[in-house]
């Protein structure tokens, strides 16, 4: 079942996250990303496609400018500031109500992405890249997706053993910055350092990371069209969305709450059948 959590949002309705799944649309600003690169990087094609998206059902819209892709070259800050910054003033400017969040582990890019108008952190370094990340979330007052990508694992470690050691890490950096842990929300971070078998190790049992007190944090699952679909179905990125739809049915049913997907209506559908599935259909339609 899902633990329930509401999470402020500066100068909006904060995220409630609970029973119904959130759906994360990816706007990828990038010529090189694994799965829609070159796709949406002209600021007209971004807004167009954050339309479509917020359309078929997203409830947040993350925008990227820099691949985390195996063997993807590192990106300049001012390089990432010239992707995002003007579909982020594009997407304010057309009256894009869904929340904002900036994909980004540079500080001064989180800075700048939330002084345009975003106001959530998705951070593929769970603020361990560079602290300071922490601090501009706190001067900010937005919350911050921490995702676990721990480059020089232990390999004698259990995956689950050093994902709690990790996040206890970055929640201990989140509050020496003021930041409280009811701003953190966790990424597993499918694909990033962990094999396959790991991969579906944390479909299959729950990941439960709390705080010292209090209930465990709510949990971001970030599977669309990756590898640890296609390595076990022989596809192809853009052939990968029954699988992902897949993944993320089970991820809800074992407890994840806001989904990150780069097909919204259809995963956003899935999701709709799995929380009646478990909770039962909306009392209006019962």
């Known amino acids: 079942m899902h633990t329930g959590h509401t999470i402020a949002l500066p100068n909006r309705p904060p995220l409630v996250l609970g029973e119904t799944a959130l759906v994360m649309g990816i706007l990828n600003l990038t010529p090189d990303s694994f799965s829609d690169g070159g796709a949406h990087n002209l600021v007209a094609a971004a807004v167009q496609h954050a339309r479509q998206m917020i359309g078929e059902g997203a409830d947040i819209i993350d925008v990227g400018g820099e691949s985390t892709r195996p063997g993807a070259a590192p990106v300049g800050v001012q390089e990432e500031l010239d992707r995002v910054m003007p579909v982020i003033d594009a997407l304010v400017a057309a ?32 603020l361990q890249g560079a602290p300071e990340m922490a601090e501009v979330a706190q001067l900010h007052q937005v919350p911050v997706i921490a995702m676990h990508w721990h480059k ?26 003021g930041l409280g842990a009811d701003r953190i929300i966790v990424d597993p971070g499918f694909g990033f350092g962990k094999t396959l078998g790991e991969n579906y190790e944390l479909l299959r049992e729950p990941l439960h990371i ?12 970030g599977t669309s069209r990756k590898s640890m679909i296609g390595k076990l179905l022989g596809n192809e990125a853009h052939e990968r969305l029954a699988g992902t739809i897949a993944t993320n049915v089970v991820a809800y049913l074992n407890g994840g709450h806001i989904f990150r997907v780069h097909d919204v209506r259809a995963n956003r559908d899935a999701l709709r059948v799995a929380q009646a599935s478990l909770y039962g259909p909306p009392q209006a339609e019962r």
Do not use: W
């Not at 904002?100 to 108008?117: E, F, H």
């Not at 020089?152 to 020496?176: C, K, S, V, W």
């Not at 709390?210 to 699952?221: F, N």
């Open 210 to 221: 709390s705080p010292a007190s209090g209930a465990p944090l709510p949990i971001l699952i």
């Open 152 to 177: 020089e694992r232990d390999a004698a470690t259990p995956l689950r053993e050093d994902m709690q050691l990790y996040f206890r890490r970055t929640i201990a950096i989140a509050e020496q910055a």
């Open 95 to 126: 009256g894009i109500d869904v929340p904002i969040s900036i994909d980004t582990y540079k500080p001064l890019v989180a800075d700048q992405a939330i002084q345009a108008g975003a106001c959530i952190i998705n951070d593929v370094h769970g």
